[in-house]
């Protein structure tokens, strides 16, 4: 995440600090909204709202008849057809607001970001020459309502499931909102404080690495919970008793087998989540030995404990074929593991 500079002042404590509590808000709200997304996906609850309405959307049915006419458009769609085609409307209805209330928490994050954002700007606590990275937030924010409905229309047509592509990319723009806005929350409450450390320049530009390689990895778990793949080869280390699993190459052209074939791509996510977790713990080895302290210290030390709590989840979830809590907990690892290793780079690199 490239840093974000702030203006040295010494209002950076008593005029800053309510902004960096609202950015931190924002964050925590994008963190339940990825985990509610990862709850509606592994609970097939992601189709059953089959209209895109950005403004009138957030008003739910209020008679039968309104029910009634939504689970009518819902009949029509390839998921009501070719799977839950003796479905009720109460069935119905229990998969609904569990996509409302992703739409709806949604609609809040804008609200509650755009809001205080202008409140803030009228009151000169956000200096002028930040607008431009909030707005930039903003935008993001609207793109990313969009690209989930364009998600959601993949798996109205044909076939009764979502891209694989576009929920990674869903995902993946959710991420990169959060840790931009985590990133300037953490320049918000600095206040040019330095806690000068001995190697800090290698580790901080390490840790950010480290970032970059969590996120390949949550980007090839999207691709993985996308295919299904999860529920494929459920032992751990091998699969189907093999390193390489059977027919990991099988499709043409070759680069394919990665983001469509269901043994390569769990395959692949086995192995940069194995590298994540190798590369993890080596750089918290490597942390202890050097003169860091405070919280660069504190930031290291949690990264080197969550990693290992993420590898077993993602064991566990695997072994016990995607149970939805833990499955959920797993996605929800993958973004507070994110969270770890922003932080501690932003750390490190205050001891530069």
């Not at 086995?270 to 919280?295: C, H, K, M, N, Q």
Request: aromatic share 12%.
């Amino acid at each position: 995440m490239p840093p974000v500079s702030l203006p040295a002042t010494s209002s950076a404590g008593p005029s800053l600090r309510p902004v960096a509590i609202w950015v931190f808000a924002c964050c925590a709200m994008i963190f339940v909204m990825v985990v509610l997304g990862g709850i509606t996906r592994l609970t097939h609850s992601g189709l059953s709202i089959v209209e895109w309405r950005p403004l009138l959307g957030w008003i739910p049915p209020l008679s039968q008849e309104a029910w009634a006419g939504l689970f009518a458009k819902y009949q029509a769609t390839p998921e009501f057809q070719q799977i839950n085609h003796a479905m009720t409307l109460p069935e119905f209805q229990s998969i609904f607001w569990m996509e409302y209330l992703h739409r709806l928490w949604g609609r809040l994050i804008g609200v509650v970001f755009l809001v205080p954002f202008l409140v803030f700007a009228a009151q000169g606590r956000i200096a002028r020459r930040l607008w431009p990275a909030f707005a930039t937030v903003f935008v993001l924010g609207a793109f990313q309502g969009a690209l989930g409905w364009y998600m959601v229309k993949s798996g109205l047509i044909e076939r009764p499931d979502v891209s694989q592509y576009r929920l990674a990319a869903h995902l993946g723009a959710a991420f990169v909102i959060y840790g931009f806005l985590l990133w300037l929350g953490l320049d918000l409450i600095d206040e040019g404080r330095r806690e000068r450390a001995l190697g800090a320049q290698k580790l901080w530009r390490r840790a950010l690495a480290l970032t970059v390689l969590i996120f390949a990895t949550a980007m090839a778990g999207a691709f993985t919970a996308g295919l299904d793949a999860g529920f494929a080869f459920n032992t751990f280390p091998l699969m189907g008793g093999r390193i390489v699993p059977e027919g990991a190459m099988e499709l043409q052209p070759w680069y394919l087998n990665f983001f469509e074939n269901i043994a390569t791509v769990q395959f692949t996510h086995r192995v940069l989540a194995i590298i994540t977790f190798v590369l993890a713990v080596l750089f918290w080895i490597d942390a202890r030995r050097r003169e860091i302290g405070g919280s660069a210290r504190l930031a290291a030390d949690t990264l080197g404990a969550l990693v290992c709590v993420q590898m077993a989840l993602g064991i566990l979830t695997l072994l016990l074929v995607v149970p939805v809590p833990l499955a959920a907990a797993h996605q929800a690892g993958a973004l507070v593991l994110f969270t770890a290793a922003l932080w501690t780079a932003h750390r490190l690199r205050a001891a530069v």
